[in-house]
């Protein structure tokens, strides 16, 4: 673990989290909770991991809640626990509540007319099974490729993505593996600040997640709680700390819970 902000205390968030009324902890799912693998439908997640979320649900009063890029309903299985968290997937454009109710954000026609055009672009058959399709998002993922050959999907895919990106309004960003296409307006920081503009009592929280995407949320959250960036090798971020999964993220959700529920509210 190395600390980053030197404002930032570890220990003191964690001699503070039983005196708050509200504790949330936001986690990214892949480079976070799960390894990167060629397969995104086989990212399960690490070891230990599903067991340490599963007690957080049923033994403390945190609210967890899962934001990721992914599917909502891609991320579920992949999850594979009983009780399903609270999800905001598609980076923020939807929202699934534990008690089952769903909502999702309206997608420009311009917009969803551009993510078409953008997945017939993809001739390339070995490509084709290699896109992933969503509410409002389009990506298209190359790890597992060679070196080269990733350069040269990056390089043809980049151009041809911009150009659709211009005309539609789109988002064209690119993340640890691939490539992505997205309807604006909404980010993982919007789900963030929606989150904690809601809740009314004492309340901090956590974000943990790895990649460029992640940013917003440390943003919206800078402030109110502790950022963490998740991932093996240190990056430019603005996370006011950085440990290396899976050992330092199940010893932080093995704190997190010990300390909750310890110190859990009787409602």
């Known amino acids: 673990m190395k600390i980053l902000n030197p ?16 504790k949330i902890l936001f986690l990214d799912y892949d480079g976070t909770l799960a390894p990167f693998v060629k397969d995104p439908a086989k ?8 067991e340490l979320l599963k007690q957080l649900l049923e033994e403390t009063d945190t609210r967890l809640i899962i934001v990721t890029g992914r599917y909502t309903k891609d991320i579920i299985p992949l999850l594979g626990m009983e009780k399903i968290p609270e999800i905001w997937g598609s980076h923020g454009l939807e929202h699934l509540k534990p008690d089952g109710t769903y909502r999702v954000a309206d997608i420009k026609p311009a917009a969803s007319e551009g993510l078409q055009k953008a997945r017939n672009l993809v001739t390339e058959e070995e490509l084709k099974s290699r896109l992933e399709e969503k509410p409002g998002c389009l990506a298209l993922h190359w790890r597992g490729f060679e070196q080269e050959q990733v350069a040269q999907i990056r390089s043809k895919y980049l151009e041809l993505w911009k150009n659709i990106a211009c005309t539609h309004q789109l988002l064209l960003k690119e993340f640890d593996g691939g490539l992505e296409l997205r309807s604006p307006g909404k980010n993982k920081g919007d789900a963030v600040r929606e989150v904690m503009a809601g809740i009314t009592e004492k309340k901090t929280a956590a974000y943990l997640g790895d990649d460029a995407t992640d940013e917003d949320a440390f943003s919206a959250l800078k402030g109110s709680g502790l950022t963490i960036l998740v991932r093996k090798e240190l990056r430019k971020t603005g996370a006011d700390l950085w440990i290396e999964p899976p050992g330092e993220l199940l010893d932080f959700l093995h704190r997190w819970l010990e300390v909750c529920r310890s110190g859990k509210r009787v409602i």
């Open 7 to 22: 404002a930032v205390s570890f220990d003191k968030f964690f001699d503070d989290l039983p005196e708050y009324d509200r």
């Open 43 to 50: 990212a399960v997640p690490y070891n230990g991991v599903r």
